[in-house]
């Protein structure tokens, strides 16, 4: 009887010995220090104020999604996007300081999150918030494949601008409207600009692809780019949009109220 007991324990931790020989391995330091390095250079590019080098540091595929605007999808768009920061960051002379959380790999994908804090010249904290970015490799390099972050804040208030209606009625069609939501049709011509106008928070459909840019009030810009049946939910906001693209395109917003 003592016999058996034995050889059924030994057959068993041969088994578990198997499994476990055939369980995939972990990521090497190697690999570990080369996802290190793209996330690690993002703040340093981005202080230096090289948007080239930060826009390497992802994939021509990849899509960079920062808070209270459009994705940019591809490295054109993540450029002009990056652009834009390092402008704003180097007018209001700020800095970006990244505390790196720990990195999970599984095959030729990992991710990453953390937090930021943006500082002033005097030091003092004026923004913090927390990331997630997802890499992959390919051909024996890790770059960004999705990236995002927000502000641990909540976002500021948009100050009630002209309604698109009244400020703009050769571009803005009310469709259909109720107590609980207005649906607009939304057409723009080739290389056409709206005016300044605000909308309350809702829902977007975009029936072509489109490529534009929206003027905010206080004169920064933000390219975007969509497919056609692209849906997007959009925060309440004032702005002033352009049909950068050279064929017309139209959207549905369904507005709530």
Known sequence: MNLHK?????????????????????????????????NGAWADHLN????????????????LM??????????????????????????????????????????????QDGTFSVTDASGATVDAGKYLSVLEK????????????NSDGAPAATAAGPDSITADPAHYKVEFENDKVRVLRIAYGPKEKSVMHGHPAGVAVFLNDVH???????????????????????????????????????VIQVELK
């Open 66 to 111: 920062p808070p209270g605007v459009p994705a940019n999808k591809g490295s054109e768009a993540i450029r002009a996007s990056v652009a834009r920061e390092i402008e704003g960051m180097k007018a209001a002379d700020l800095t970006m300081n990244i505390q790196h959380g720990p990195i999970s790999v599984t095959g030729a994908l990992a991710w």
């Open 48 to 63: 230096a104020g090289d948007a080239d080098a930060l826009t390497k540091l992802y994939w021509d595929d990849a899509v």
């Open 212 to 250: 534009g840019r929206f003027t905010m009030p206080d004169g920064t810009s933000q390219e975007f780019h969509a497919k056609a049946g692209t849906v997007n939910w959009t925060d309440a906001t004032n702005h002033n949009p352009e049909n950068l693209g050279n064929k017309p395109f139209e």
């Open 138 to 149: 390919r051909d024996g390099t890790w770059r960004l494949l999705r990236d995002t972050w």
């Open 6 to 38: 034995t050889a059924a324990a030994l057959a068993a931790a041969a088994t578990i010995v198997a499994l476990t020989a055939c369980q995939p391995a972990g990521p090497n330091a190697k690999e570990l220090d080369a996802i290190k390095a793209v």
